[in-house]
């Protein structure tokens, strides 16, 4: 990280910081999310109640990803608008699928109520050996729970399609499918 103030603006008492953040190479992995981001480069632009992405690329899955957007501090209420474009990201969720897609997700809000909104279109999709589809649903099924009230994700809404290249083929242990899909998740 680089960063550039400027002293000349505020008091000493109140001081109004400005300036901007330059990342050079950087990495973040988190350990619920099952792909990291590498290669991290851009540039931030901050004063005291806005952080602006300026320009900020990055690489997941052996994709290529460009995040733009604001957040801001109003009364103390942080609201954001956020956007992410990804290219060729490859994601292996769950074990033992890996997919590759496109998308254009925008994430507006706070963290009162916010929307995640946009689109992903599944270039290829391919599934390891031994993996059972019906398993996976079941298990899921048994694990699936309420998202507690005080959880920040609580009040996340989603508005994303979900699309298959035309004539998608999936390759798996006992069979070679084609087809297409158009989901709406909601």
Not at 111 to 134: C, E, H, Q, Y
């Amino acid at each position: 990280f680089k960063t550039m103030l400027d002293p000349r603006t505020g008091t000493l008492h109140d001081p109004v910081p400005q300036g901007t953040i330059q990342i050079k190479d950087g990495a973040a992995t988190y350990g619920g999310l099952p792909s990291g981001l590498s290669d991290i480069n851009g540039s931030l632009a901050f004063t005291r109640d806005r952080i602006h992405i300026e320009q900020l690329t990055a690489r997941s899955g052996g994709g290529n990803l460009d995040l733009k957007g604001d957040l801001t501090n109003y009364n103390q209420q942080f609201n954001f608008d956020l956007t992410a474009v990804g290219k060729d990201v490859r994601l292996r969720y769950p074990p033992g699928v890996s997919s590759t897609a496109n998308a254009e997700l925008h994430w507006r809000g706070s963290r009162a109520a916010s929307m995640i909104s946009g689109d992903i279109l599944v270039n290829k999709l391919s599934v390891t050996p031994g993996f059972d589809f019906g398993s996976y649903l079941e298990r899921s099924r048994q694990s699936a729970s309420i998202t507690p009230a005080n959880s920040p994700l609580y009040n996340v809404k989603l508005d994303i399609a979900v699309q298959t290249a035309p004539e998608l083929q999936m390759k798996t242990a006992v069979a070679r499918l084609s087809g297409d899909a158009d989901l709406r998740l909601r």
